[in-house]
């Protein structure tokens, strides 16, 4: 064991100096190992972070969420879980334990500070589900009302202080005075890490009517419960409660549709977004097999021009497993640099990384972050990985070389005195180069269809501008109004205040804003409708006001927009799109016509004055939208100004709101284009990514390939001065060496197609209207590899061409 440690200890030494003496070979080593293990560090600590770190629950392993769908309905996707069923699933024996919630904003106020804050309303078992212990006070019980509120630890600390006297006292939650009887510890960040206090709600049998959809349920499952056995179980009770509790024809229709899902916890909290990290923790694995391929390269290179070195060694009596170790000591000592250089960038590049990372899931009170992101960084484990993957990159690089060097033939290079060393390790050098070209094709190719992804996304029309809009919330807040009258009053003074602001040129509101907050849907008929007895479909709706259609350019196609009387007399009429016409009176003028919602036989019937353009509501890759809009009034619609000065009119607005409503909140603060800019969040993040790792992917194979070129032409020099001698031409000369080198290239680039045709299949989720298999971009980005191969040849072959024959031929 001694004599072991103190040869490996000797090596080292030995490798240490003889580095020094090629600080070049050293230094791109180096350089080269950085990036690609920096590159790995940073994305593992992310993925660390969101994707692998446990849960700050007990047992989160057997946590899920339990949602819902209906499909051939026209209920939204994701219907979540009625109340009624919710105490349905209380039955179930492999659920221990659940929890129904639902997320909102509100107004808060204490003493002098009022905000819009992100808050949960959630059953008491809510707490005890997740495993919940209370930092100060007390969770909610069965016996609390919602008249108690528990705060969340950052709202502890930044408003009250960290003051655990705090506790017992009362201020305005939810616009309602409510008693704080806890804080939770900083941890517990549920649903997400924008709650700043949660609201118990009881749910029981009597009180339930049916109908309602939105809320969500955590559950944990008892030991030993599996998903697809739950989902069995679950399965048959939503439509036993519609029979028992009948409801609504709608709802009817959606509880027998009605199929549960039932996910992990963590798979619900982070979203889309785990996609996109898993694909770039593979992309930079890529670079890495790529930057280890060029290290391998150059090592061989120079394990060859050391052969008679390591020949006479082990003339003298070193073994082969003697040699094996002083070239290791070598490239384990090159990875331990580039571990180390690799750590710095990851430490520097973590930061950056996380404000670039797209927002999860967007709804509720702007978007919310990506669970656990805020946390991501060099901690123990990501520390673990950076050596394990450089101790990996020393054995990639560096045992295949080490084993070539020190294997049979070392006497015969001794008889040679060095000569005839061209030919040896060509095969392998050549595949080398081609695990590099194929390896950047693929995320070439990758990163190809994500950009087409992206400009077909950008250039997709929402119905709607989206430059130059300025929107915001504000939470009114004055005793004077009470009524409809005086709200709608009050909205258009506030309107005629923000377009007297300079460079304003329109003002409108809607109560449900497209990108942001999306639009409620409901069943609408019409008479046509309701004489046919076909059943209604469903539309998103929303309530406008002033010139929203103006401010946000969606255009009218048919009779006119509302008049402020309309609005503030509650005139039952209604605008509807162009596609919401055609399900409601096909083949015939809307304008005129009447309809109504289906579940609620005792509305009025509201008249169509006017049709306008489709819209996209939630997001870019959702088709256009059937749409009903009211004349509206609301204490907090969205409001939207159409503006040049969209990205910096803030202030002012503030200062508006700070005369006229001084107590009430400025919230959800966007211009048109962050929005859009959010809907292709994961996709942009994702190219970016991509691109730069393909970039960087490329020029490490072309570097990879001009490096081999470049020695095959130093140690063929003799060869080619004797060619030319004998009347070789120069362009003959270049056109060989460019030639060995396109044609390692092109089985590198057929290489790379065909597994690029099984990966990409893996960004399917990611793409908008691309195919994973666009024969247009493998073809182009084949091409460009093969244009990058040439051009990386064509500089050695210049070199060949070059040689002087006489001067070659003199040297021995």
Known sequence: MRSTLESWTRDFRHAARSLTRAPMFAGVAITTLALAIGANTAIFSVVEAVLLAPLPFPDAERLVFIGGTAPGTDMPEDLGVPDELYLEYATVPTLEDMGLYGTGSSTTRVEDRTEQLFATQATPSFFTTLGARPTVGRLPTDEDDGSVVVLSHWLWRDWFGSDPEVVGRSYEFAQQTRTVIGVLPPEFRFPDERTAFWVPIQIRAAEVTPGGFGANLVARMAPGTDRDGLVTQLQPLAPRVQERLGGPPSYARAMEQYRPIVMPLRERMVGDVSTALWILLGTVGIIFLIACTNVANLFMVRAESRRQDMAVRHALGAGRAGLVRIQMAEALLLAAAGGVAGGLLAWMGVPMLVRAAPDAVAGGFGSAPIPGLATAGLDMTTLLFTAGVSVLAACLFGFLPAIRSSGAGLLGSVREGGRGVVGRGAMTRDALVVVQTASALVLLVGSALLARSFSQLSSVDPGYDTEDIFTFQVAVRRDDLTD??????????FMDRLQALPAVESVGFITTLPLDEGAGSVAVT????????????????????GAYFET??????????????????????????QAAAELLFAGENPIDQQVRPSDNPDSPWFTVIGVVEDVRVDDFRQPLQPMVYLPGVSPSPAYVMKTARADRIAPEVRAVISEMIPESPMYRIFTMETLA??????????????????????????????????????QRTREIAVRMALGAERPSLRRMVVFQGGRVALVGVVVGVLVALGVTRFLSTLLFGVDPLDASTFVAMASVMLAVALLASYIPARRASAVDPVRSLRVK
């Open 484 to 493: 409809r009258a005086s709200m709608s009053q009050f909205q258009y003074a």
């Open 526 to 545: 019409s008479r046509q409708i309701e004489a046919s007895g076909a059943e209604p479909p469903r539309l998103r709706n929303a309530a406008a006001g």
């Open 552 to 577: 946000m350019g969606i255009e009218l196609v048919q009779g006119r927009f509302f008049e402020r009387v309309e609005e503030q007399q509650g005139i039952p009429n209604v605008i509807i799109s």
């Open 677 to 714: 800019a959010n809907t292709m969040g994961s996709l942009s993040f994702t190219m970016l990514m991509l691109g730069i790792a393909a970039s960087l992917a490329t020029i490490l194979g072309a570097i990879g390939l001009y490096g081999v070129l470049s020695y095959v032409v130093a």
